[in-house]
């Protein structure tokens, strides 16, 4: 499942409101924000939140509201008054440590609970047991981490997962939106930090986990389109920057061959729709992310597309007849065998 963020510190306005149907339209079911309350802030917080409550409960999207402390009282609501927060839209509530087991475990009975995934223990596990929290509603959700250098290690965040697995916790993690990404320090918010300005599709299929929610509260117009047909149509769309005319003979949609090569991704049905003849072009080096098509040269491998994972010298049987924009370069580690994706042409691109 995919969700993505709104902030409260912003105000739910028509644009804010379009951009959360566009989202639910694309294909994406949740919504997580913050009650970390400014002061000075609470009555606007209490009614930003009714806003956006009745516009994820208008398009039947999850919603997911991160506490600590007192915010929930300080908004207006109270874990004493969770039918409250149900009526207004809220589906779930993200626990902070400050929290007692006793009071999550309270919780879970009546919506949603995220706990804290990284710092989760057998002790708070074992609490939660004896205050027989209702464990089907009890989820584990990583943080995300504004600050470069100080998103989670790969190999960490892998051993916690299977821990979580053990008892059956679905898992969330976040990874960076590539619009207008969230002040002060416009850096993104991941869960991991080497995902921190990689494309968000490609770090959201990296994540072996059960949600991902982008951190940000934007993603671009053309991302949102990769997400769409992804989610929807289980595809990679690439962008091709074209090098040559013969860009017409790769275009449209393909299929990773189930027999997955080191170098390249090789289109399953080329060989089933080769053209008549494809003359050599001028030799180039096939550097990552080249667009090729074996010329005449190649005898009956004639017509093949592929795809370079890693960079090749030049061959004369084999033209380049474009190239995957940079910002797509991380896809092509995601296309497995099997894997349908999509080359599309994109003009003016710098």
């Known amino acids: 499942m995919f969700g993505f963020s709104v902030f409260l510190t912003e105000e739910i306005t028509e644009q804010r ?15 997580f924000t913050s009650l970390h309350i400014p002061e000075e802030n ?32 300080e908004a207006g609501f109270s874990l004493e008054r969770i039918g409250e927060l149900k009526q207004i839209g809220v589906t779930g ?32 596990i074992q609490k939660l047991q004896n205050y027989q929290a209702e464990f089907s509603n009890l989820e584990a959700w990583h943080n995300y981490y504004p600050r470069p250098e100080t998103g989670l290690d790969q190999d960490w965040f892998d051993q916690k997962n299977q821990w979580l697995k053990k008892f059956g916790f679905n898992i969330q993690a ?9 002040g002060p320090l416009h850096e993104g918010l991941p869960t991991l930090e080497k995902h921190r300005y990689q494309h968000p599709l490609s770090s959201a299929l990296n994540l072996d986990v059960d949600l991902v929610y982008i951190g940000d509260g934007d993603i671009a117009f053309e991302t949102q389109k990769q997400f769409s047909l992804y989610i929807n149509e289980q595809k990679i769309l690439l962008h091709v920057v074209p090098h040559d005319e013969q860009i017409h003979l790769v275009l449209g949609e393909h299929v990773n061959r189930m027999d997955e090569a080191r170098d390249v991704i090789r289109s399953a049905a080329a ?10 072009l001028p030799l180039k080096e096939r550097e990552i992310g080249a667009v090729t098509i074996d010329n005449v040269k190649y005898l009956r491998y004639m017509g093949e597309i592929q795809l370079v994972k890693h960079s090749l010298p030049a061959d004369d049987k084999v033209n380049v007849v474009g190239y995957v924009i940079e910002e797509d370069h991380s896809l092509l580690m995601r296309i497995k065998a099997g894997t349908k994706f999509i080359l599309e042409s994109v003009k003016n691109y710098e």
Not at 101 to 116: D, F, G, R, T, Y
Not at 174 to 182: A, C, L, N, T
């Open 271 to 280: 060989r089933f729709n080769k053209p008549k003849f494809v003359p050599p």
């Open 42 to 73: 609470t009555a606007v917080y209490q009614n930003r939140l009714q806003q956006l409550g009745a516009k994820a409960k208008e398009l039947q999207l999850n919603l997911m509201v991160d506490i600590s402390g007192n915010a929930l009282e």
């Open 17 to 31: 409101n379009s951009y959360i149907k566009k989202m639910a339209a694309l294909g994406f079911s949740g919504i």
């Open 93 to 124: 509530l993200r626990m902070d440590d400050q929290i007692s087991m006793e009071q999550i475990a309270n919780a879970s009975h009546q919506l949603k609970v995220a706990l804290n995934a990284s710092t989760l223990s057998e002790q708070d």
């Open 174 to 182: 976040f990874v960076s939106g590539d619009g207008e990404k969230r």
